[in-house]
């Protein structure tokens, strides 16, 4: 069968290589390396300033309501979200509950299906990405395109996402220019043939293909940044007014939501609203933000649909320790500061939510079952600069640490030996006794009077699994006398 | 002549690391304190925070070293560890194991411990109440900020002023990015066994942080962390680079005499 939209790459991201296996991947790619280091460095600055702005204080107060709403959202959430389907339903719009992503991808394809289109226009949306809505359309006849430019990009490139926020991050203008001359004439309307990569020209082109798409949708597709269970309300947080379009265009709106996204009461989105654009796009205020409360006769969309999706946030909530997660507003301040991200890219975690939210959340969400789920946790240096960013101070390094605590007594349970279980064991025997710690050290100290012997000072490749540091590094010889000898020699006696 | 540390009796924490590895860090500590007016005792229980341990999952042993910990140091008004990282590990992952086992007597125990425990840039400056040493070290240091010791442990400016203090020595900063950021915040890269288990992550990020740190012109890199100075002097040595990696500890001690 032909697709009607670009295909992706083959396979699914669960099951993805490793970390560690995409992470060697992607590091030996020099340009997609400038790419992220320059993007990366720039928007850090500039998150900084426009924080910065705000005063240390008052971005604190605003940190720190927004983690309690948060809060009370995941505490109370069958509450606020039973009074959101109530004020929905009570404007116009029809609810629907999907466990997980097959049921919310049926739900979207009946919906579709049922109105007798083969295309719909798409808003940015991480969990449609999540549940690979795109996909399941595309199975059932249906051509769902994207609208977001940085989206078409990816869509047109038969590529994933690589970032929450910026999912071409990792293409630069010259790349994005021979993709819209190559791909955009197969799909819609093509590219000039004298495309620049100029940005503005590159804009221009895609302002220009994505034009028909718009004027001949009939269904849109949106996720939400936010939910209010006081009004019924959607709110869609943009940079680009291609989700103005989607949100008026269409006769029929289906809006796919995760149920950790509802807020309380309109007012609880004053703090979210500074919060999100400064932390995501560092800009005050984003260009476009759009609020729909159901249907208004004779203004957009005439159906509307809400989709509450909950894919395995249930089982995040259970966990005590995994919960804040859910507090995330998808801002991407965690990605951007992170050294490991910074290095690899978003295509290297096998997840739709890369970087340190990412490596907390995909195995809340997704368990760790497989083996890309398994290595997520260790994907970190622990070096906590994502957690000084999040602008819902999510406690990241600590999920990130628990994860780790899960995959390591999965690890203990299974019936086979393994070296890290082994090596911890031995550790732990060492170190619960500061008499066989002493003996460990004696031990150091007689191969490092060997070494000194030889003249050996440092330690050049060794066997593995000491090579994974060693291939690269030198490690320093043992000294001949540890710390604890030294001080019994000489201080003992003369005290 | 009376000293700023005259009176006070201080619990060494070698640190396991150091320990091993790098003895004349702790016996710096020793030199620096005691040259400051203090008592040092080396509590012979000690072995080590399980700070590795807990970062890489396994809670129930992390659990056996913070009972070690506990019973060597309980006695102690003052620990001091030359280590931001042992020294968070102590400040937030002993209270984070003893609530996951649900052990109330080892919580309270830890509770006790947690303010005892200093860094010690934390312990010259906060309970001494001297940024003014004595050293000399006569040689160009730029200074790494070690994340734990930056973010968790959060010691700030204290090892700025430290180093400002000392006579002969010529400070230079690691650079900004090319955003403006200051490169010493960054990563090196060690992150304990995140450098076994994503080996070559860890290397592309200490590989740019001695980039960092050549394009300074120093003689030493120093930081409050021999496992970080440990992966960047791993690096500089292979590389055979004109740099050497030393504890501030080490540079603290320092003396004319040493000097000469």
């Known amino acids: 069968m032909t697709r009607l939209t670009p295909a992706p790459p083959p396979g699914k991201l669960i099951d993805s290589p490793p970390f560690k296996v995409n992470a060697k991947k992607e590091l030996a790619n020099p340009v997609l390396r400038k790419n992220l280091r320059f993007a990366t460095h720039t928007i850090r600055a500039k998150r900084r300033l426009r924080v910065s702005e705000v005063g240390e ?103 994933r996402p690589s970032h929450i926020l910026v999912p071409a991050i990792h293409r630069n203008r010259s790349e994005v220019r021979e993709i819209f001359l190559r791909e955009m004439g197969r799909y ?158 978003g295509h290297a975690y096998g997840s739709v939510y890369p970087g340190p939210i990412g490596i907390a959340l995909t195995p809340q969400l997704r368990g760790i079952k497989s083996v890309i789920d398994k290595s997520l946790p260790f994907a970190c240096s622990l070096c906590n600069a994502c957690a000084d960013v999040c602008p819902v101070q999510i406690p990241l390094p600590e999920i990130i640490v628990h994860n780790r605590n899960r995959v390591a007594e999965a690890k203990q349970s299974e019936r086979r030996p393994h070296l890290e279980t082994t090596a911890v064991g031995a550790m732990t025997w060492v170190w619960k006794n500061p008499k066989h710690w002493e003996k460990m050290l004696k031990l150091a100290g007689l191969s490092g009077k060997a070494l000194a012997a030889l003249r050996v000072q440092s330690l050049g490749p060794l066997p593995p699994p000491i090579s994974a540091w060693s291939n690269a590094r030198d490690l320093p010889a043992p000294p001949a006398q540890s710390f604890r000898e030294w001080w019994k020699r000489n201080r003992e006696g003369a005290q | ?40 005792d080396f509590p012979f229980g000690q072995t080590c925070c399980g700070q590795m341990f807990t970062n890489t999952g396994y809670y129930k042993e992390g659990l056996t070293t913070v009972h070690t910990y506990v019973d060597a140091f309980e006695r102690y008004d003052y620990i001091v560890a030359p280590s931001g990282s042992c020294v968070g590990a102590v400040r937030h992952q002993h209270p984070m194991l003893a609530e996951w086992a649900g052990d109330e007597l080892l919580l309270a125990r830890v509770c006790k411990l947690v303010p005892r425990t200093f860094d010690l840039s934390e312990f010259l400056v906060d309970v001494l109440g001297v940024t003014d040493v004595g050293a000399f070290f006569p040689h160009k240091v730029t200074y790494h900020a070690t994340c734990h010791s930056l973010r968790v442990t959060k010691v700030g400016e204290r090892p700025y002023q430290l180093l400002q203090a000392v006579r002969g020595l010529d400070f230079v900063e690691l650079p900004s990015d090319e955003a403006g950021l200051p490169t010493a915040e960054e990563c090196c890269g060690f992150g304990g066994t995140f450098s076994l288990k994503n080996p070559d992550v860890s290397v592309a990020m200490v590989s740019e942080k001695v980039r960092n740190i050549l394009a300074t012109g120093a003689e030493y890199v120093t930081a409050g962390d021999n496992s970080c100075l440990m992966n960047i002097g791993g690096l500089l040595h292979r590389q055979k680079a004109p740099v050497k990696a030393i504890h501030l500890a080490e540079i603290l001690a320092s003396t004319e005499e040493d000097a000469a």
């Open chain 1, 188 to 345: 819609g309307t093509p590219a000039p043939a004298d495309l620049s990569n100029d940005p503005p020209v590159l804009a221009a082109a895609a302002r220009t293909h994505l034009r028909n798409k718009f004027l001949a949708a009939k269904v849109a597709i949106s996720g939400g940044n936010f939910a209010i269970a006081e009004t019924g309300t959607l709110v869609i947080v943009e940079s680009e007014g291609n989700g103005r379009m989607c949100l008026t265009l269409p006769e029929t709106l289906i809006s796919v939501v995760g149920i950790e996204k509802v807020l309380p009461t309109f007012d609880d989105l004053e703090v979210f609203l500074q919060l999100l654009p400064r932390s995501s796009t560092a800009e005050r205020m984003n260009p476009y933000t759009s609020m729909w409360s159901g249907i208004t006769p004779g203004d957009g969309p005439q159906e509307l649909h809400v989709v509450l999706v909950d894919n395995g946030r249930t089982q995040a909530l259970a966990d005590e320790i995994g919960r804040p997660a859910l507090r995330c507003i998808r801002c991407s301040a965690c990605l951007n500061i992170c050294p490991v991200y910074e290095r690899v890219g």
């Open chain 1, 57 to 159: 204080e008052a971005w604190q107060q605003l940190r720190d309501a927004a983690a309690e709403i948060k809060d009370r959202v995941a505490r109370h959430l069958d509450t606020y979200l039973l009074q959101l389907e109530e004020t929905l339903t009570a404007k116009g719009a029809v609810v629907h509950w999907a466990r997980d992503a097959a049921e919310a991808n049926q739900i979207v394809v009946d919906l579709v299906k049922a109105k007798q289109v083969q295309d719909v226009v798409k808003i940015k949306s991480m969990v449609t990405q999540e549940i690979d809505l795109n996909e399941s359309l595309e199975a059932n006849g249906v051509a769902a395109w994207e609208t977001d430019l940085a989206e078409l990009i990816v869509q047109l490139g038969h590529d």
């Open chain 2, 1 to 40: 002549m009376s000293q700023p540390g005259d009176g006070i009796r201080v619990a060494l924490f070698a640190t396991c690391i150091n320990d091993v590895m790098f003895p004349n860090t702790p016996k710096a500590v020793v030199k620096l304190l005691e040259r400051l007016g203090c008592t040092v």
